[in-house]
């Protein structure tokens, strides 16, 4: 077990790798009431590919979603009411690079603990569990699909990208769904539930030497690696310019996104990325300003840097009374700052602001567990940042601003159709 301390809070977290392969990630808040435990699979939306004797071969969109939603069942009953019976507050989760399950509680968090370690390695697939199954994500298919803002994210990424799964709803479509079956769940639970692609992330008034150790009784054993994901082939030019949804909404949207063409996983370079979208694009910037006052946006306006494996976005919008003209005057922001550059002492405060909202994160247990558990299962370290930005210039992040080129943009837009 190595222990690292963090002197800007006074606190150490522990990691070890147990010799079945899973890492073990803790971090002790003296006193704190509630531990938060985290295990995360390094499988998700953009695993579209399960292994064979011959190799590979594809499967549905949405497997993984699906797979996160059958594995709360079990022989004894509903893994739910487990951690019900404990008082614990259960969840889970799956998005493009991982599927996670968590707990919070308050006592009894070695049982709650050991019930999250041992519900994912036992999976009770059976088909008519899969079809129950099939109908409720369906039902959640479309509610997703009458939310504007989802609709028109979705939009944008299906035309940013030609091949890469990013381009995929994550919980897939109701095509796909229909083609998942118990022993494709159980293929995918065999090949990737594996404790070398797995990570637990507990934090807490905890002892790191009995989390192992209870850890290490979960999984004894070495199954072997996991598939790694492997970016497709991605052309660097978008699919398309342009996509307009017409949907019963309140409010047009228009969301404008950027495709990295050279995408890399590097954490400074990404980190760079995310400072130069919000120097342009946040709330005291000039451009936001200018925009706020002539009411073409809301408080609901923003921008997002999304990285990940073969694949880099930036994206700006929101909610607007008229797209047409948002649309013209981003284009005309951001064109001025790439001519002129950015303010370097903006960027300098926005440095100083990112430092301190990661050590804001040691207030906020939960939200540090998923960061954590986020940046692990990409192999990168979420306690790098503050060095990171500390040694981060102006002059990377304006660098940044180059991907900021109409001819890797695409539009989306929302309209209202009664």
């Known amino acids: 077990m190595i222990e690292q301390r963090l002197s800007g809070v006074g606190l ?9 392969g899973l890492k073990v990630s803790t971090l002790v808040l003296p006193d704190f009431a509630k531990t938060y435990a985290l295990l995360g699979v390094r499988y998700g939306s953009m695993d579209t590919r399960v292994p064979t004797a011959q190799g590979s071969r594809p499967i549905p969109a949405g497997t993984a979603h699906f797979l996160e939603h059958r594995l709360f069942e079990s022989e004894d009953g509903n893994a739910m009411d487990r951690f019900a019976s404990l008082g614990a507050s259960y969840n889970a989760f799956t998005d493009y690079f991982q599927t996670a399950y968590l707990f919070s509680a308050t006592s ?6 050991d019930h999250l370690l041992t519900f994912v390695q036992r999976p009770h697939l059976t088909d008519a569990g899969v079809a129950k199954e099939r109908g409720i994500i369906v039902q959640e298919l479309r509610m997703y699909q009458d939310m504007p803002e ?24 109701e095509a796909s769904v229909a083609e998942i079956s118990a022993e494709l769940l159980l293929e995918c639970h065999s090949a990737f539930y594996r404790p070398s692609n797995m990570r637990l992330v507990v934090v807490g008034d905890v002892d790191p030497g009995a989390v192992v150790d209870q850890a290490a009784r979960a999984f004894p054993d070495a199954v072997g690696p996991a598939p790694r994901f492997e970016p497709p082939a991605e052309p660097t030019a978008v699919r398309q310019s342009r996509v307009e949804t017409d949907m019963a909404v309140s409010l047009p949207i228009l969301e404008v996104g950027f495709k990295d063409p050279e995408p890399v996983s590097d954490l400074r370079r990404d980190t760079a990325t995310s400072l130069m979208a919000e120097a342009l694009f946040g709330e005291s910037s000039d451009l936001y300003l200018e925009l706020y006052r002539q009411g073409l946006i809301s408080d609901g306006f923003g921008a997002q840097s999304f990285t990940g494996p073969g694949f880099g976005v930036v994206a700006v919008g929101g909610e607007t009374v008229d797209p047409e003209r948002l649309e013209e005057g981003l284009w005309q922001g951001i064109e001025r700052v790439v001519a002129n550059g950015l303010d370097p002492d903006r960027v300098e405060r926005l440095r100083r602001r990112e430092i301190g909202q990661f050590w804001g994160l040691f207030d906020r247990p939960e939200a540090l567990a998923h960061a954590w558990m986020g940046m692990a ?23 940044r601003l180059a991907l900021l080129s109409s001819a890797q943009s695409a539009v989306s837009v929302v309209r209202h159709h009664p």
């Open 12 to 20: 150490s977290h522990f990691e070890s790798e147990l010799p079945s």
């Open 377 to 399: 299962l990409q192999g990168q370290d979420l306690f790098q940042l503050p060095d990171l930005l500390q040694a981060i210039t102006a002059a990377e992040v304006t660098a």
């Open 108 to 113: 009894e968090e070695e049982a709650c603990l």
């Open 150 to 173: 989802h609709r028109s994210w979705q939009a944008l990424l299906e035309s940013l990208f030609h091949s890469h799964p990013v381009r995929q709803e994550i919980g897939g479509s």
